[in-house]
């Protein structure tokens, strides 16, 4: 398996700062693409990179959050009305995954949730404590203080030689450390620059750890309206929509 390439399909917050789409990462792999994290702009962003959502076979959630899953009701329809899927698709996510997003596709369209999908639809609960290895890639997932009511997770994605880390989204924990080590690239949330909470990352706390992280690259997303207004403040990289990295 080749190296994957990393689209940045949504890099803004959940009120689409700056216009940004939300969370939606694309591991570019064809026949066998990864997306991490599904937010509801998906399709759009999807198709203003010119980017056919058919090879993607596996979709990964960090957690129930709908600007990290309300796209994938869209993705169904899209698969059963625009290009008819036949080949199962896999939604890997912390416990209870089926039944959140089943609750999901029932709330946004409950008669096309009633219905037989052309494809079957495989839910994968993983935990901390559970690697998985599908398509060639190895996954990991470690716990990152975010939710309350269901975990948080962070990934580890290992493919071709080369390791990719996300927060996911996190607030401050030395945690981060272990896993980011000798990464390849690192796609780290920051959310805020003055504001500081305990559920999500600041610019300033995440400058003052850069070179702990360990990590060959490191990239901001998820970014909030606070960091876009201090964008010339900040001297690490930032993600954009549509930006690609080739591992």
Same mark, same amino acid.
């Given at each position: 398996?080749?190296?994957?390439?990393?689209?940045?399909?949504?890099?803004?917050?959940?009120?689409?700062?700056?216009?940004?789409?939300?969370?939606?990462? #694309?591991?570019? %792999?064809?026949?066998?693409?990864?997306? #991490?994290?599904?937010?509801?702009?998906?399709? @759009?962003?999807?198709?203003? &990179?010119?980017?056919?959502?058919?090879?993607? &076979?596996?979709?990964?959630?960090?957690?129930?959050?709908?600007?990290?899953?309300?796209?994938?009701?869209?993705? +169904?329809?899209?698969? @059963?009305?625009?290009?008819?899927?036949?080949?199962?698709?896999?939604?890997?996510?912390?416990? =209870?995954?089926?039944?959140?997003?089943?609750?999901?596709?029932?709330?946004?369209?409950?008669?096309?949730?009633?219905?037989? #999908?052309?494809?079957?639809?495989? +839910?994968?609960?993983?935990?901390?404590?559970?690697?998985?290895?599908?398509?060639?890639?190895?996954?990991?997932?470690?716990?990152?203080?975010? @939710?309350?009511?269901?975990?948080?997770?962070?990934?580890?994605? !290992?493919?071709?030689?080369?390791?990719?880390? +996300?927060?996911?989204? =996190?607030?401050? @924990?030395?945690?981060?450390?272990?896993?980011?080590?000798?990464?390849?690239? +690192?796609?780290?949330?920051?959310?805020?620059?003055?504001?500081?909470?305990?559920?999500? #990352?600041?610019?300033?706390?995440?400058?003052? &750890?850069?070179?702990?992280?360990?990590?060959?690259?490191?990239?901001?997303?998820?970014?909030?309206?606070?960091?876009? !207004?201090? !964008? %010339?403040?900040?001297?690490?990289?930032?993600?954009?929509?549509?930006?690609?990295?080739?591992?």
């Amino acid at each position: 398996m080749k190296s994957d390439s990393v689209v940045f399909l949504g890099s803004g917050d959940a009120f689409s700062a700056g216009g940004r789409f939300q969370a939606a990462y #694309l591991f570019q %792999n064809e026949p066998d693409s990864l997306l #991490l994290d599904c937010g509801p702009g998906v399709l @759009t962003s999807l198709s203003r &990179n010119k980017i056919s959502p058919i090879p993607i &076979n596996t979709i990964l959630l960090t957690h129930f959050h709908g600007d990290h899953f309300a796209g994938l009701p869209f993705l +169904f329809l899209y698969y @059963t009305y625009v290009e008819p899927r036949t080949a199962p698709l896999r939604i890997v996510g912390p416990p =209870s995954v089926g039944a959140r997003v089943m609750q999901l596709f029932r709330a946004m369209y409950a008669d096309s949730a009633e219905e037989k #999908l052309p494809f079957d639809l495989r +839910f994968i609960e993983i935990t901390p404590e559970k690697e998985l290895l599908l398509d060639g890639r190895r996954i990991d997932c470690f716990h990152v203080p975010h @939710t309350e009511s269901s975990p948080s997770y962070g990934y580890s994605i !290992q493919s071709a030689g080369k390791r990719v880390v +996300f927060s996911g989204d =996190s607030g401050w @924990t030395e945690h981060l450390l272990r896993h980011t080590k000798g990464a390849d690239l +690192f796609i780290c949330e920051c959310s805020f620059f003055e504001s500081r909470f305990d559920m999500h #990352l600041d610019y300033p706390r995440i400058a003052e &750890n850069a070179g702990r992280f360990g990590a060959k690259r490191i990239v901001l997303t998820h970014l909030g309206q606070e960091v876009l !207004q201090h !964008q %010339n403040e900040i001297a690490m990289e930032m993600a954009f929509d549509g930006m690609m990295i080739e591992l």
